[in-house]
């Protein structure tokens, strides 16, 4: 599969890795990272490269040039060497790349007719202190600067995660992390009810707008 996050009116199949179609990088869409941080030992970076080259082999279709290895590598070592990866080394459980769908409004019962959301979930843990952590990994060519501005344009989505944990977990999440590889900075949501009503409005002005 490819990596990606939408809405659907049915349940969808489970997903699997997929060659992205001629034409497209890897490295373009982040797809070649996250693939090799779903299986990644963070404790183990020395082996980083040699997951790059195998999934990127995996993923580039025959004849296609290979994406950029080297910087495939480069930034998932700086994410290893981060705080955020020591939060996982030391977490309690780690969950990565879940697969889900989550019916709206989520605060009534679903039916036949429900539209649900689907998706997945990059990564999901309980820190040593218990609390749960959705962590989403995004590629994006910006710098630290610009954060707050690329961090508005998946909002909605994050917040998504927030609902769906809650509704897995059977308790709030404590926090929703954007994690940014390139310039190694992150844009961090508190899941609370503020944060349940700002999802809501976003969705529902997504949905009027579509």
């Given at each position: ?28 869409r982040g797809t070649l990272v996250h693939a090799v941080l779903e299986t990644a030992d963070f404790r183990n970076p020395a082996q980083i490269r040699q997951r790059v080259e195998l999934h990127a082999a995996k993923l580039t279709p ?149």
């Open positions: 599969r490819t990596h990606s996050s939408g809405w659907v009116t049915k349940p969808l199949a489970a997903g699997c890795w997929q060659a992205l179609p001629p034409g497209r990088s890897a490295a373009d025959p004849g296609e040039p290979l994406p950029d290895l080297d910087l495939a590598t480069e930034l998932i070592e700086r994410f290893l060497q981060s705080p955020r990866a020591a939060e996982l080394i030391s977490a309690r459980q780690v969950l990565r790349e879940l697969e889900f769908q989550l019916a709206w409004p989520p605060d009534f019962p679903a039916t036949p007719d429900s539209l649900y959301f689907s998706g997945y979930i990059d990564c999901l843990y309980q820190g040593a202190e218990g609390g749960w952590v959705v962590l989403d990994y995004k590629t994006n060519r910006i710098t630290a600067a610009q954060l707050p501005e690329a961090a508005a344009e998946y909002e909605m989505q994050l917040l998504l995660y927030g609902y769906v944990c809650e509704r897995v977990l059977k308790t709030p999440p404590a926090r929703l992390v954007l994690h940014y590889l390139r310039p190694g900075a992150e844009s961090v949501v508190h899941w609370d009810d503020a944060a349940r009503r700002r999802a809501v409005e976003l969705v529902d002005q997504a949905l009027d707008a579509f």
